[in-house]
């Protein structure tokens, strides 16, 4: 054991340097992100340049930047649908993981580990199939237009799916455990003693939830609408699948240029757009939450 | 919405009959008191004798199971926390960690809609009052715990209820640090005139602290007084023991003379005054601090109460005082504390002693009481 120590600290060169360890740890996953993340990240900025070549499927780097402007301008109405329908799913999320959060880490006593897995049980499905379930039960024959429909909600030409509402919900659906986790995590913290301090202190239930219950799970609620946004935005499975054409995001397009089209470019540029976006919202929106305002 | 706290009733705390069951377990078992306005109270008990529940119930925290709860002529059994006239120093503190020491200290006087100036005034004097007014811009993870704790204090105060709670509020200081705001607290009550209502399980920090304690123990209170009348006087072993130590040793009554019982103890005859006696019958316990007994090598002179043929089993040196087993011919260990203040040679391990104390620091009890009930 000690001569296998020895020869593997000779290895890295780390002769009695403990400060190596943090760094060595870190190394499985650098490696991870350099092959899986930075190099794919180069050659989609390479590829979003280039111009076609002679051959479908052949292109040539031409530094053509207007690649950009054009890939923009021809798909601005399915990216701010897909912000629109971001935003939309995020709140709808936090609306629905919020409470459920809420009840999981102060009123659920003994069943709280039970809670928890439920809340992570529907990772056991695939994503696809879940979404396609979801395509069944808003269906013409699902329990949700036929209840609608009885109770005259809907008008009986009216149907749920493909459309924008069936998009927004399926997005809020898939990405809740996302959004109730970190709420969890962040509410389950909150010392039940600060709450009673501010009922002592002449604060009725809705007030001390206003400030201090709220304002204590704000890290909660940073990262668990930054976990819903993020991928939600640039979802495309589920407006490919409870949607209709006109509800297209930005992702579907995409898709559509890099394996229908074979406009790689064209692609690369709008993911890198949908990136740039994407980062300069979530920088504009942690730094109005304020980190101040964290503890 | 919210109670001005300084117009609302004032006067003494009352608990008439108060009950906490849990299922068949009574936590607080008719628990009457009366707590005059403007004292120091302290609740003294070991844990799970039920004054912490007794101190939710006072604020609101815990719903009694039956009794009722009065401030002055107010009440407010059935009121919500947020309405009653009294403040709570909670153990740990409970600071608020997103908000400034100002703004800790603020929250009760903001949720009573109280203007601006007058909160900043308000904040500001209760600051100096603990002296830290140089803090108030910070968080309180930036604050020592001594510190952390005189914000809790100042945070309930500035409210001026018409009492003050304070559970267990020295718990998690040093003991320097919790000698020290002993006194503080003391001089801050002394200062705001606000009834305290402390509850610990520190006799120490009871006895410093109150003008009354409650010694409370299975949800009931055993006895109530001033720190010296409990100690000098206990009424019940667990008193004897909870308070200090106490050498209780069974003796049977066999006269009386004018003003003292006359109790033959290891086939002595000792004296005990009537006046400080709670016992009924002939069969009773004799009570003696540690610290009362004069210790000496056998065949010295003694006088007072006397007892002979005692052998020292254990000597422990505490500084201040020397610690002494001595084991008696009938097998009964006796506790003797010595003040080292002459230059008299230590007594050693095996020594054929005698004790003697004078008779009024004696105390009796029923012997019916378990003498060993409150000893930790």
Not at chain 2, 137 to 152: F, V
Request: hydrophobic share 45%; charged share 20%.
């Amino acid at each position: 054991m000690a001569a296998f120590k020895g020869t593997s600290a000779k290895v890295f060169g780390l002769t009695d340097n403990k400060s190596a360890l943090p760094y060595l740890l870190l190394l499985p996953g650098l490696l991870w992100l350099a092959l899986f993340f930075i190099i794919p990240i180069f050659s989609l900025g390479q590829m979003s340049t280039k111009v076609a070549g002679n051959e479908t499927g052949e292109f040539i780097q031409g530094y053509r930047f207007s690649n950009y402007i054009d890939a923009f301008s021809t798909s601005m109405e399915q990216f701010s649908r897909s912000f629109l329908y971001g935003i939309l799913a995020t709140l709808i999320a936090l609306a629905i993981a919020y409470p459920l959060a809420y009840a999981i880490a102060f009123k659920s006593g003994r069943w709280k580990n039970i809670l928890l897995v439920l809340v992570v049980a529907p990772f056991f499905v695939s994503f696809l199939l879940r979404t396609i379930a979801w395509k069944q039960i808003l269906g013409e024959e699902g329990p949700v237009v036929s209840a609608l429909r009885a109770l005259h909600l809907i008008s009986p030409q009216t149907s749920i799916t493909s459309s924008a509402f069936a998009v927004i919900m399926g997005l809020a659906y898939n990405f809740l455990p996302f959004m109730t986790l970190p709420l969890y995590a962040s509410l389950e913290r909150i010392d039940p003693r600060t709450l009673e301090a501010a009922g002592d202190l002449y604060a009725n239930g809705f007030t001390t939830f206003r400030k201090v219950t709220f304002p204590l799970s704000m890290p909660g609620v940073i990262a668990g609408t930054l976990l819903t946004f993020i991928p939600a935005a640039g979802d495309y499975i589920n407006a490919t699948i409870l949607g209709s054409p006109s509800n297209k995001m930005l992702g579907n397009v995409i898709e559509a240029r890099f394996f229908k089209i074979v406009d790689y470019p064209a692609a690369a540029a709008l993911s890198f757009t949908l990136m740039a976006a994407i980062l300069i919202l979530v920088t504009l929106y942690v730094r109005r939450a304020g980190t101040e305002e964290l503890i | 919405m919210a109670v001005d706290a300084s117009t609302s009733a004032r006067g003494d705390l009352i608990l008439k009959n108060l009950t906490k069951s849990f299922g068949e377990f009574n936590a607080v078992d008719d628990l009457s008191l009366v707590i005059p306005k403007g004292s120091f109270f302290a609740l003294l008990g070991p844990s799970g004798c039920g004054k912490t529940t007794t101190l939710r119930m006072i604020a609101g925290l815990e719903e009694p199971t039956s009794g009722s709860i009065f401030v002055g002529e107010t009440d407010i059994t059935d009121m919500k926390s947020y309405r009653r006239p009294v403040n709570t120093v909670f153990q740990n503190y409970a600071l608020f960690p997103h908000l400034t020491i100002f703004e800790n200290i603020a929250f009760g006087l903001r949720r009573r809609g109280i203007a601006d100036t007058e909160v900043k005034v308000a904040v500001d004097k209760v600051l100096s009052l603990i002296e830290l007014p140089e803090l108030s811009e910070r968080k309180p993870s930036q604050l020592s715990g001594g510190q952390q704790q005189r914000i809790a204090v100042a945070r309930a105060i500035v409210n001026k209820p018409a009492l003050l709670l304070l559970d267990e509020p020295l718990g998690a200081l040093d003991l320097k640090l919790r000698r020290q705001m002993q006194i503080e607290l003391k001089w801050i009550q002394t200062e705001v005139g606000i009834t305290f209502v402390h509850v610990t399980h520190d006799q120490e920090e009871a006895m410093t602290m109150a003008d009354t304690i409650a010694v409370m123990n299975k949800g009931k209170i055993e006895q109530m007084g001033t720190p010296e009348d409990l100690y000098d006087s206990p009424k019940t072993a667990f008193v004897a023991n909870f308070l200090g130590q106490s050498n209780l040793i069974p003796g049977k009554v066999s006269g009386i003379d004018d003003n003292n019982l006359i109790v033959e103890l290891f086939g002595t005859k000792v004296r005990v005054p009537k006046i400080r006696s709670s016992a009924t019958g002939d069969s009773i316990l004799v009570g003696i601090r540690p610290e009362k007994f004069r210790i000496a090598a056998e065949g010295k002179e003694a006088h007072g109460n006397v007892l002979t043929g005692g052998v020292i089993s254990d000597v422990s040196y505490i500084g201040v005082s020397t610690q002494y087993q001595v084991e008696m011919p009938s097998g009964r260990e006796i506790n003797v504390f010595e003040q080292n203040d002459d230059d008299e040679e230590m007594l050693r391990k095996g020594a054929r002693v005698v004790l003697s104390w004078e008779p009024n620091f004696t105390f009796a009890l029923d012997s019916n009481d378990n003498p060993t009930g409150g000893s930790f």
